[in-house]
């Protein structure tokens, strides 16, 4: 087969390209410290690469979702050990005044305590988180409870929980639907809010015996208010540490991520800088091959 020198000069303007774009290629990964740069640089390890970085970004996901749950749990007992505390205080008032010898005067300064301590429960079990009102379910923009003039109270929100992903497929609650702490009487539990107002009412009744009376019924049901909030406090220690330990397999897993992508994407720099001295060594001898094998104007056309 005769090789013309159209034919030539073809196959060194090929080879010239070809050795131009692996010259760029090693170049782009020098330059980008990564060995892919785009799909076609490896396809299978593109795939991968994109397959760690999905992971790692779910990951920092997870982790923001376990820093704020444990914060907002916290946040939630604090709130919850004060309720206790108060609701504690109530009964001990009502063990104190329910005796039919306690005078007016005494009883009405006691209600009076009790009207804080009631407006102070409803304060708590209206507390808000990052905006959000804690115990009224779904309903995190609505306001959980309130209460009229006679200290009626009444709960706004609905019964959804709230839940944050922590893994694939893997939610923890971090919330309560605050009808079952505070008002939980439809279940077998206690309304707090009525209990604490049959106590002001007794404290304000005008008949002493039947004051007395009324006094004396709370004492019992308020202690097991204060047990019906701190067994909604109990839930929160094993969902804490779930979210700790959930947090800590995220922490050590994700290294290992991280070595797996680096060694699919890095470039080898001093590898690489081999390559690209070996690729200029080339290239240049093949544009002195070339000019002095083609025409000048072959090489006037490379210019």
Known sequence: ??????????????????????????????????RINKISDDPIGMGHVLGYRSRLAAMDQYQENIAQGITRLEFNDQNLDLASDLVSTARRLAEQYSGAAVSAEDKQLAAYQVKDIYDHVMQLANSRFEGNYIFSGHATDTVPFSRDADFNATYHGDDGQVRIMVAENTEV???????????NAANGGVNIFDELKNLIDGLENSDPVAGSAQIKSTVSTLYNGRQQI?????????????????????????????????????????????????????????LATAARIIQPSLMDFLR
């Open 1 to 34: 087969m005769r090789v013309t020198r159209n034919m030539a000069s073809r196959n060194f303007i090929s080879y010239i390209q070809r050795q131009a774009r692996d010259l760029l290629k090693t170049q782009q990964q020098i330059a980008s410290q990564k």
């Open 173 to 183: 609650r971090i919330d309560a639907d605050g009808s079952k702490i505070f008002q």
């Open 230 to 286: 701190n067994d909604r406090r109990a839930e929160y220690a094993p969902a804490v540490y779930r979210l700790q330990a959930t947090g800590d397999y995220w922490t050590q897993l994700k290294p290992k991520i991280q070595e797996a992508l680096a060694a699919t994407e890095q470039a080898d720099i001093p590898k690489a800088i081999v390559e690209m001295k070996n690729l200029e060594t080339a290239y240049e001898t093949t």
